[in-house]
């Protein structure tokens, strides 16, 4: 039992870990990542129900673990390598989706996956074998999307940022709502999530959105 | 019900083919024995799919995953000379939008991996850029308007 409390109280540290996209973004107080993990499980549930053949219990597992990493590995935002220290700068930067060429985009995503394995790894390593690569599995699945489970709940995660940085976006002007669109419709292809975007872009932009 | 299509490059496609035979072996190797396996020593195996032998359950998931794919794919083939002007699937297309240029490559929705800028066909700007040609703008329709300014297309599947 030793072991379980010291992991939970390492995970208990992601309650109070703001997320790092909004701090950027000057966000006053800022959702934490376990404020993120309880939306997105939430969305995997739902959404998950309407998608056919995902298996659930995989699925809510892997919401849960996706972002434990963090509690080492602190959390990362597309804009961290071209972040200037100067705020007024910054606030220019974060205007634009950043874009990079096909080798500083390989370096980026391969510096992120093995700075969140090794923390992933120092993170489970008391907890039992089983339950440590069962962790270590699902997390694979989510980085990888081996399965449909995987490749779903990847793209209903990136849902649930989205969703918050548009109620940010409504409430204080900020994230800039350009490069999350610009974004967006690169990235989502899963035609259920397109759905419920769209119905977000209803929600926040009203007759704006129509014919989407 | 309809059948799902997985669009595969062929480099995808071998790749998917090497963990799936590879997998098979280890289920095998799995059944012969009922103690807990040995990790298998094989240069050949990716490391990302070593811990999958030590649980049964991802390992059964992940072979049906890859027999399906496999027995539902579609390769995705260089287009002819005359489509080669024309963006189709396997393109990679530069583009420019809002002032920087980008390498996109429309590849089918298992191949997508957008942080290295392969993008799916069935994702709306995949979708939308699909059939048009170098100087053609692209419109995408979202709440914030984004042009893509098609700059060049070029092939580099087999």
């Known amino acids: 039992m030793k072991n379980f409390v010291n992991f939970f109280i390492k995970v208990g540290k992601l309650k109070s870990m703001p997320r790092r996209g909004w701090v950027i973004n000057e966000i006053k107080n800022p959702e934490s990542i376990a404020d993120h993990i309880f939306r997105a499980t939430l969305m995997a549930w739902f959404l998950g129900t309407k998608k056919k053949g995902l298996k659930m219990e995989r699925l809510l597992k892997m919401a849960l673990i996706h972002d434990l990493c963090e509690v080492y590995a602190g959390d990362t935002t597309p804009y961290d390598s071209v972040l200037p220290k100067d705020s007024k700068k910054r606030r220019e930067v974060v205007k634009k989706w950043p874009r990079f060429n096909f080798f500083q985009k390989l370096k980026l995503k391969k510096q992120k996956h093995e700075k969140e394995k090794r923390a992933l790894k120092r993170l489970v390593k008391e907890l039992p074998p089983e339950l440590r690569r069962e962790i270590e599995n699902l997390w694979m699945d989510y980085e990888e999307g081996l399965t449909p489970e995987g490749r779903f709940f990847k793209q209903a995660d990136r849902v649930e940022n989205f969703l918050q940085a548009l109620e940010y976006w409504k409430k204080y002007k900020k994230p800039p709502q350009g490069p999350w669109w610009e974004w967006a419709r690169e990235y989502f292809d899963d035609p259920l999530l397109l759905e419920f975007i769209n119905q977000m872009a209803k929600h926040f932009y009203g007759n704006k959105a129509i014919g989407l | ?158």
């Not at chain 2, 072996?25 to 298998?40: N, T, V, W, Y």
């Not at chain 2, 059964?60 to 000379?81: C, F, G, T, V, W």
């Not at chain 2, 396997?90 to 996109?104: F, S």
């Not at chain 2, 059939?131 to 308007?145: A, M, Q, Y």
């Open chain 2, 1 to 158: 019900m309809e059948r799902k299509i997985f669009y595969l490059t062929k480099e995808k496609l071998k790749e998917l083919k090497r963990e799936y035979e590879q997998l098979l072996e280890l289920e095998r190797k799995r059944s012969l024995s009922e103690k807990a396996p040995q990790a298998i020593e094989s240069e050949d195996l990716n490391p990302e799919f070593v811990s999958f032998q030590e649980n049964l359950e991802f390992l059964k998931a992940r072979i049906s995953e890859l027999k399906e794919i496999l027995e539902n794919h579609q390769l995705i083939l260089p287009p002819s000379k005359e489509r080669c002007r024309f963006v189709e699937m396997g393109a990679k297309v530069t583009v420019e939008v809002n002032g920087q240029r980008d390498e996109l490559m429309i590849v089918g929705t298992l191949e997508a991996n957008p942080a290295l800028g392969k993008i799916s066909n069935e994702s709306p700007v995949g979708k939308a850029l699909l059939g048009h040609k170098v100087g053609d703008e692209v419109v995408i329709s979202s709440p914030v308007k984004t042009v893509y300014k098609i700059k060049a297309i070029k092939y580099e599947i087999s």
